[in-house]
């Protein structure tokens, strides 16, 4: 591998399923400045219409938007696979190249909500993360902290030592129009600060496996945008971006993002209890047909039909039956199945919620005081370095006439916890660190001990050599 193979193959980013996740998933800390203006359409001749001009949005909220990497266990490399069953190709995520003892890599987007680091993205950008680590667009680097993860929301909290940092607008995703502007920013592919345009197609759009009303757009999203933020034209988050419709495994124009009031309220249960509780009603319901209506005489298909009831439940407290159906619930239509969910999703446990349904050909109230699914502690990710800080390598000094082109040096006969994560594997050949040559095991031993946050090694493999940077604290 030649040296320019080598560096190329070392800024080469991975894709976990960390980046957009595959389809069918108010502290905002001191006062910032007002919504960032969007310049107005201009008339053009003929009649037209110009498109606004974003720019000084993305100036002012930009900078609020991070980037996410995770480092996980080590797993046979594989494919993802889209739950229609359509495989999902992975792209390569190891410096040098992949391995098959290798530690996971994945990418993904955040963005801040306190000045003190608070940081919102999805659950699924860290789920199983052993390192956390985040980029602000300045460059800066932080080691995170996972606060703790929803999965069944797919929200996550982070946080970062550091302080006065820039933060976004969060707005009401309850105010959000179909056909309104949305603007997305995040690293698809690892692209950082990447900026996309679009349209609301949708507001309240259930999905299979998903416990939130998604806000649907045909804003590009792909794997790395995931845990980004949504703004609306006033610079706003209005929704973390989290879900892609693809055969592909890229952008066909469906893309989701979770409402920014449930993120909301997700994160502050993570932070002030360390855990998520959900509120339960007891019900399974479906979807009507025009045959359905005709048969519980209704004019046309609407509703979520409930055909059980669990025993014992809030529903059946209630007084639920099967056969009901439920067209409102709490003055909010109820169109869809998926939408009485949603609703549902948007409460807390001990939240009464009142119910217009239609029985036996004519309408009733039934009022339904919610219970709570079983709770469970948030999941958080082991953020501590492997290895207690040390390098996590067995070294032993290099034989003369060993190594092609190597008079002295290290020979790396295992790699594990931080050096592996940043991509040393065993056979490479460790010439210095931090620019002083070593020989022997001792001297590593002693420079990482005078190390602060990292360490610059210099490896060699094959005919290159390249510095790898290795995190110690």
Excluded: C
């Excluded at 960032?36 to 053009?44: D, E, G, I, N």
């Excluded at 996550?156 to 006065?164: H, T």
């Amino acid at each position: 591998m030649t040296l320019n193979k080598l560096a190329a193959a070392l800024v080469a980013a991975g894709v976990l399923g960390v980046g957009v996740a595959p389809a069918f998933t108010r502290d905002a800390g001191p006062p910032t400045a007002a919504p960032a203006p969007v310049t107005a359409p201009a008339a053009l001749p003929g009649g037209q219409i110009a498109r606004p001009d974003f720019s000084v949005l993305v100036d002012q909220y930009g900078p609020a938007v991070v980037h996410i990497s995770v480092v996980g266990e080590p797993r046979a490399a594989g494919m993802q696979r889209l739950p229609d069953g359509i495989p999902m190709p992975q792209i390569p995520g190891m410096p040098f190249g992949p391995h098959h003892d290798a530690p996971r890599s994945g990418q993904g987007s955040g963005f801040i909500v306190s000045a003190d680091g608070l940081i919102l993205t999805n659950a699924h950008v860290v789920d199983q993360a052993r390192e956390v680590n985040v980029t602000l667009t300045d460059r800066r680097e932080y080691r995170a902290k996972v606060l703790g993860s929803d999965r069944r929301t797919d929200v996550a909290v982070l946080k970062i030592d550091a302080k006065n940092l820039p933060t976004v607008r969060l707005g009401q995703s309850e105010d959000v129009k179909v056909g309104e502007w949305v603007i997305a920013i995040g690293s698809p592919y690892g692209l950082e600060s990447s900026v996309s345009v679009g349209v609301v197609s949708a507001t309240g759009r259930s999905l299979p496996r998903g416990a939130a009303p998604f806000i649907q757009t045909d804003a590009a999203l792909n794997p790395g945008n995931s845990g980004g933020p949504l703004f609306n034209s006033r610079g706003e988050v209005v929704g973390i971006n989290s879900q892609i419709y693809s055969r592909t495994g890229g952008y066909q124009g469906l893309s989701f993002a979770i409402p920014i009031d449930l993120a909301v309220r997700i994160k502050d249960q993570i932070v002030a209890n360390g855990k998520v509780e959900h509120a339960r009603l007891g019900v399974t319901v479906q979807d009507l047909n025009q045959q359905l209506a005709d048969s519980f005489g209704l004019p046309r298909p609407g509703g979520a039909l409930i055909s059980s009831v669990e025993a014992n439940s809030p529903a059946a407290r209630a007084g639920l039956q099967s056969g009901d159906i439920v067209r409102q619930a709490n003055g909010r239509p109820v169109v869809r199945a998926g939408d009485l969910t949603a609703i549902i999703g948007m409460h807390k446990p001990g939240d009464t919620v009142e119910f217009d349904v239609w029985r036996k050909r004519q309408t009733q109230t039934v009022t339904a005081q919610l219970g709570a699914l079983e709770p469970s502690p948030a999941q958080t990710a082991a953020t501590k370095p492997a290895g207690e800080g040390r390098l996590g390598l067995a070294v032993r000094p290099v034989q003369p006439g060993e190594v092609k082109g190597v008079e002295s040096g290290l020979l790396v006969e295992q790699a594990g916890g931080a050096s592996a994560a940043a991509g040393v594997r065993p056979g490479d050949v460790i010439v210095s660190v931090n620019g002083v040559e070593v020989s022997d095991p001792a001297e590593v031993r002693k420079l990482v001990e005078q190390a602060d946050k990292s360490v610059a090694l210099l490896v060699q493999r094959g005919d290159s050599r390249i510095f790898v940077p290795v995190r110690v604290s």
